[in-house]
T-cell receptor, first 113, second 112 residues
Framework: DAKTTQPPSMDCAEGRAANLPCNHS???????VYWYRQIHSQGPQYIIH???NNETNEMASLIITEDRKSSTLILPHATLRDTAVYYC??????????????FGQGTILTVHP | EAQVTQNPRYLITVTGKKLTVTCSQN?????MSWYRQDPGLGLRQIYY???????DKGDVPEGYKVSRKEKRNFPLILESPSPNQTSLYFC???????????FGPGTRLTVL
């Protein structure tokens, strides 16, 4: 899996959009970008994933740059319950080791009242 | 309810005493995986299984064993636990390797 780089922490005001960046400059053509989050010490929760097109679901939007070297997770209206560690992961859709999944350090997002 | 369960949730044991942490999913998922989480090191994959009788090493497999004799269960075995295996362990499953992973609630293991 390609490595990802995320800022260690970010703050956001409640009700505002939270934009979490992720750099994955060594991503290859068959690798997807996934986002998970972990609240306290609970099991991580899937948020969204994409290959090259922007994606949106009920939780968030994922914007992937045209060269696919970076992406941004957008929580459109952050709430206090969105305070969590957010992980950006890239993983292959096939190949000999596509079962491997490498989480990085993630970004601690703190949403303030 | 679709879920991944782990047992026990908390365990304190002593060095060298063999233990097994069970993981079970009721979603008929083919892919299952074990992770450990340590402060400052994030989540690291221990072993994963693409299907019954198919397992492979993750990033930190040393000191652990797994088996996948049936689709729903993926136990993690520590034959001779050591203090450096004190950690928070998560099991996860997904339909296929690249599908959304569903995580269990975690098992907090302390090895004295």
């Amino acid at each position: 899996d390609a490595k990802t780089t995320q800022p260690p922490s970010m703050d956001c005001a409640e009700g505002r959009a939270a934009n979490l960046p992720c750099n994955h400059s060594t991503i290859s053509g068959n690798e997807y970008v996934y986002w998970y989050r972990q609240i306290h010490s609970q099991g991580p929760q899937y948020i969204i994933h994409g290959l090259k097109n922007n994606e949106t679901n009920e939780m968030a939007s994922l914007i992937i740059t045209e060269d696919r070297k970076s992406s941004t997770l957008i929580l459109p209206h952050a709430t206090l319950r969105d305070t969590a560690v957010y992980y950006c992961i890239v993983r292959a859709a096939g190949g000999t080791s596509y079962g491997k999944l490498t989480f990085g350090q993630g970004t601690i997002l703190t949403v303030h009242p | 309810e679709a879920q991944v369960t782990q047992n026990p949730r908390y365990l304190i044991t002593v060095t060298g005493k063999k233990l097994t942490v069970t993981c079970s999913q009721n979603m008929n998922h083919e892919y299952m995986s074990w992770y450990r989480q340590d402060p400052g090191l994030g989540l690291r994959q221990i072993y994963y299984s693409m299907n019954v009788e198919v397992t492979d090493k993750g990033d930190v497999p040393e000191g652990y064993k797994v088996s996948r004799k049936e689709k729903r269960n993926f136990p993690l075995i520590l034959e001779s636990p050591s203090p450096n295996q004190t950690s928070l362990y998560f099991c996860a499953s997904s339909l296929g390797a690249t599908d959304t992973q569903y995580f269990g609630p975690g098992t907090r293991l302390t090895v004295l």
